[in-house]
């Protein structure tokens, strides 16, 4: 199966400016309508007047792709991923085209690129694993004309083209083994058996006089005393109180960041924060630093902050973010988990979306 590009607009773009907003979902339009030369040059138009904005160069991009310009459109991807190296589009698409061109090992090395900018990005793992199928499918094939005979090597094709095919189904055999659901019969109650009673007759004795029966004395006892049992002490479950502690701690994360205060924002992750991609916390570090630091302002706010409970020292919570420089403006839905450590909330983990 094809990989899946990335279409129309960024997942982690908003428009700057709206008064652009109509140009480019003009051009939007009509890509979807498959009016390509006509949304080039609706693009094209925008792009006189804002030739640096992210969202116009990556429509651009992907309506070149569409024509079968891949030229044109690897040019444009590749330097978006170098002017925005923290956005995985425009390496997902980068890795389409070059799959496209049988370039399977730099596909290979921009999806992996993608997902270490968004672990999260489905899209990118889901052609990663369309990638790897289509390469499992040439190698068993190379092994196929090595040896014609090898089963094992002809049945794992099968299944991988069973995998690719559009017609296909993940999981499906292939049309020479039918498979038959098979139904259990319905399961019929089984009655517990009747005990049988058996009568013993007693030994034939002779009949003695009956006796009258002696005055049965009863004794009554003093009911014993019942203590009633202490009610159970009731916990008080952390709630509220977490609540605003975390809240207060993203908020101080969100505002060193607008700051540009590098100290006070890593100081806002634990020792044993898991970075993206597994890099060394060095590294990650190195690289925070170089972004925050960019020449002109950044402003970054937080809303409509959820947090649930884990534990009494972890809690997970979820957000919006929205950040704004000089040349990018992004909203995007964030994941933290934090971890209480000597009296204070940091950042265990971060992802984009839920």
Same mark, same amino acid.
């Not at 569409?66 to 997902?92: C, H, Q, V, W």
């Not at 730099?106 to 993608?114: I, R, T, V």
């Given at each position: 199966?094809?990989? @899946? ?155 991988? @083209? ?90 101080? $994360? ?29 590294? $990650? ?70």
């Amino acid at each position: 199966m094809p990989l @899946r590009r990335t279409l129309i607009a960024l997942a982690c773009l908003s428009l700057a400016l709206p008064v652009y907003a109509d140009t480019v979902q003009d051009a939007s339009r009509s890509l979807r309508q498959g009016q390509h030369t006509q949304a080039l040059e609706q693009i094209d138009r925008y792009l006189a007047g804002k030739p640096k904005d992210a969202q116009g160069r990556f429509l651009k991009g992907t309506i070149l792709a569409e024509m079968g310009r891949n030229p044109e459109a690897l040019s444009i991807f590749t330097k978006l991923s170098e002017d925005y190296p923290e956005l995985p589009e425009p390496y997902n698409n980068l890795a389409v085209i070059y799959a496209q061109q049988k370039q399977y090992d730099k596909a290979k090395q921009s999806l992996e690129q993608a997902i270490r900018t968004h672990p999260s990005y489905a899209t990118a793992h889901e052609n990663l694993g369309d990638l790897y199928a289509r390469l499992a499918s040439q190698a068993y094939g190379k092994a196929l004309q090595l040896d014609a005979s090898n089963a094992s090597a002809q049945n794992k094709l099968a299944l991988i @083209r069973d995998l690719i095919t559009p017609t296909g189904k993940p999981g499906s055999k292939p049309a020479s083994e039918p498979s038959k659901a098979v139904a259990l019969p319905a399961a019929t109650p089984v009655a517990p058996p009747t005990p049988t009673i058996i009568a013993t007759a007693p030994a034939t004795k002779p009949v003695e006089p009956v006796k009258a029966p002696e005055p049965v004395k009863i004794e009554t006892k003093p009911e014993p005393k019942v203590e009633p049992k202490p009610e159970p002490k009731v916990e008080p479950k952390p709630g509220a109180d977490v609540t605003a502690e975390v809240s207060k701690a993203i908020e101080a $994360w969100a505002s060193a960041w607008t700051r540009k205060d590098v100290k006070a924002y890593l100081a806002r992750y634990a020792k044993d924060f898991k970075t993206p991609g597994g890099e060394t916390r060095a590294n $990650w570090e190195s690289e925070r630093n170089k972004r925050i630091n960019k020449p002109g302002k950044i402003s970054v706010d937080v809303d409509n902050i959820k947090v649930s409970v884990d534990a009494a020292d972890q809690a997970t919570a979820r957000f919006r973010q929205n950040y704004k420089s000089a040349s990018l403006s992004s909203s995007t839905t964030k994941t933290l988990v934090l971890v209480k450590r000597e009296g204070k909330w940091l950042i265990q983990q971060e992802r984009v979306g839920g």
